[in-house]
Every structure is written in C-alpha cells, then in structure tokens.
C-alpha cells in the first residue's frame, strides 16, 4: 500500500535561512507527487506538483524515485512562508490524494 | 474564490445524533472527496466519488456514508456521531481533465465537536 512519512511535525527556521521539508513516499508504481500548504485561517490549497517543475513562491521540490523522496525546498526563508505543509501522493486513476502527516513550518525573525 | 463551500463551518453535536456535513461545489467538477483532519494523521481520506451517483470507500470510511445525486453535492452524514469523530472535516473536488489534471481544490472544512 502506498505511504506517505514526513518524518518533521514542526520545523522552525530563521527568517533568511534555508528551508527544506523532508518527504518520503513507498509505492510500487509512477507516483504524482504534490505538496500542499495550508496558511492560517486558509484553505488547503496547491503548492507545487513534480509534473510541472516549477518554482512557487521560491520553493522547490525534486523527485527523487531512487531515494523515494519529493522534499520541498526554499534557499531563503520568509515570515509568510510560516505555514503548514502536506505532502501528498497520488496513485491509481480516481485523483485519490494520500497525505502525510504534514510538517508545521515556523519562521522566525 | 468559493468554487467549493462547506456548511456549517463549526457544529457542536452530541454522540449518538445524526449529523450531516454539506459540501458544495461549483465548477461541475466530476471528482469529489472528504477527508479528516487529525493531529498526527494528517488529512485521510474518508470516501469520494467520481461522477454523481459514484461513490467508494477512502481509509476510514466507517460510520460514515455519503451520497451524490448531483454533480455539484457531496453530504457526509454521521449515522450516529461518537466521539473519536471530533474532528476538522474537508471537501475537495478535482477534474480529471487534462489543463489542471488531478489537482484537489479544497472547501474552508467544518470543524465537528462530538460531545
């Protein structure tokens, strides 16, 4: 079954330093893989996909299928960048979403 | 941007009623979801459904059903509401088309007390 670990509940970081949110996912298959972010009193909504290899809002995020990571990264923080972050792992044909446990981003002056 | 809306936003409900969650979308989108949001769980899938009148199981499916007789409506009903359901409830749809393939748009979540 597929599974999604990102192994960081909170990550706090200061403001100008660099950031990256640690992924890991298992699955036998081609996964699409997508981080989401979640802004206080906002609804969850689309970081990045790895189809698109684009940078949004500075970050990054690389698939990597021999080490089965998707970590997202930014080279120099921001204070709007505190958030919380979901990697997500898509299998099969029905959209279906698997989500890790999420890593709570805090950037401080 | 209120494609997808959630009612209520907060519920306060006690164990054993019958409650459901409303969630509503307007892009005719074909794909619907629920999720729960809990500490240390993340979001998990709790059903979804591809098309009105198709839905299945996610991974906590139990004590929960659902329907979708129209596109645009996806209701979660708690048949009898326990207290390990307390919990943040959101709606997503996604349109499997092939611009903004597989991407889920998320509703604000309802926020579910089960006393």
């Known amino acids: 079954a597929q599974r999604v670990t990102q192994p960081e509940k909170l990550l706090s970081v200061f403001k100008g330093a660099p950031v990256e949110l640690k992924c890991n996912y298992s699955y036998s298959g081609s996964p699409e893989l997508f981080w989401y972010v979640q802004y206080s009193r906002q609804r969850l909504q689309l970081l990045l996909r790895?189809?698109s290899r684009e940078s949004i809002k500075g970050f990054t995020a690389d698939l990597n299928k021999g080490e089965t990571s998707f970590h997202l990264k930014k080279p120099f923080a921001q204070e709007e960048d505190s958030a919380m972050y979901y990697c997500?792992?898509?299998?099969?044909?029905?959209?279906?979403?698997?989500f890790g446990t999420g890593t709570r981003l805090q950037v401080t002056l | 941007d209120a494609g997808i809306t959630q009612s209520p936003r907060y519920k306060i409900t006690e164990t054993g009623r019958q409650v459901t969650l409303m969630c509503h979308q307007t892009w005719s989108h074909s794909y619907m979801f629920w999720y729960r949001q809990d500490l240390g769980h993340g979001l998990r899938l709790i059903y979804y459904s591809a098309a009105a009148d198709i839905t299945d199981k996610g991974e906590v499916p139990d004590g929960y059903v659902v329907s979708r007789s129209k596109t645009e409506n996806f209701p979660l009903t708690l048949e009898s509401a326990t207290r390990s359901q307390t919990s943040v409830y959101f709606c997503?749809?996604?349109?499997?088309?092939?611009?903004?393939?597989?991407?889920?748009?998320f509703g604000a979540g309802t926020r579910l007390s089960v006393l």
């Open positions: 790895h189809i």
């Open positions: 997500a792992l898509q299998t099969g044909t029905a959209s279906k979403l698997t």
């Open positions: 997503a749809s996604s349109d499997p088309g092939r611009i903004a393939k597989n991407i889920q748009y």
